[in-house]
């Protein structure tokens, strides 16, 4: 069994089969899916988790009432996705790391991982996160891991899991491909980022949480093992993280 630790299954890129592309996960062997910022759909399928969050693209409009307005809900598993992403620059990098910090203070209040989304932003992403995030002693996920050996080594220390998406898959991932080798087997999570990135063989199309088969596969090919392994560590993992909650939110826990 397999857990894809990160999709967007609310995308418009599903609208014409949703059902059906949950189902077919169940039938590959994908016992969970977690359903990005979309508590709404995970309430409506047993096998979806969710979380919460404002993605770097949406800084600028983004609510954080709407954010603390979900801690509490028995499906939330942490809040995501945050970060920094300096590629497109939607919004304004100074307004990215403004909710940036303000959402890991809300993850904080709540005990709660934080799933981070970090493109060409790697050293203020790591800057913020050891001054404000490893402080707490929680956990997060580095959510479709795009960086190298030495990236992977800092976001371990700092208390992180690996997630790796079909990137890994790409012929010319050669970086990713290495942290992959090097990542602690306790340490590593697998995901599709669906509709996004889908993993060799499918690469082109659309991706689909039953996919993530392909992606786990890859990571057993580099390490050496089979694909039973991963499944079940990552298993383990996900389960290990998230029970990990350490709640400290009370009702008069507000975002400033």
Avoid at 7 to 16: G, I, M, N, P, T
Avoid at 33 to 43: E, S
Avoid at 177 to 193: G, I, K, Y
Avoid at 243 to 248: A, D, V
């Amino acid at each position: 069994m397999l857990i894809d630790s990160h999709c967007h299954l609310d995308s418009e890129d599903f609208a014409a089969d949703r059902d059906e592309v949950i189902r077919r996960a169940l039938d590959a062997g994908v016992e969970t899916m977690v359903a990005v910022d979309c508590l709404d759909l995970a309430d409506r399928h047993d096998a979806l988790l969710a979380t919460a969050g404002i993605h770097p693209h949406e800084a600028s409009k983004g609510d954080l009432k709407r954010i603390e307005a979900a801690l509490g809900h028995p499906k939330l598993i942490g809040i995501g996705e945050i970060g920094l992403d300096y590629h497109y620059d939607f919004s304004p990098r100074d307004t990215q790391r403004e909710v940036f910090i303000a959402q890991i203070a809300i993850a904080r209040g709540a005990g709660l991982p934080i799933i981070i989304h970090t493109r060409e932003a790697w050293d203020d992403t790591l800057a913020i996160l050891r001054e404000y995030w490893a402080p707490s002693g929680l956990h997060g996920i580095m959510h479709s891991f795009t960086g190298g050996p030495a990236e992977a080594k800092a976001s371990l220390a700092l208390g992180f899991y690996i997630s790796f998406s079909g990137i890994v898959s790409f012929p010319k991932a050669l970086d990713i491909q290495q942290a992959a080798r090097e990542v602690p087997l306790d340490r590593m999570l697998v995901e599709t980022d669906a509709p996004y990135l889908a993993p060799v063989p499918k690469r082109g199309k659309r991706n689909e949480p039953a996919f993530v088969v392909h992606t786990a596969q890859k990571l057993a090919d580099l390490r050496n093992s089979i694909l039973e392994e991963i499944a079940a560590v990552t298993s383990e993992n996900f389960h290990r993280l998230c029970s990990q909650r350490t709640p400290t939110y009370t009702e008069g826990f507000h975002v400033q």
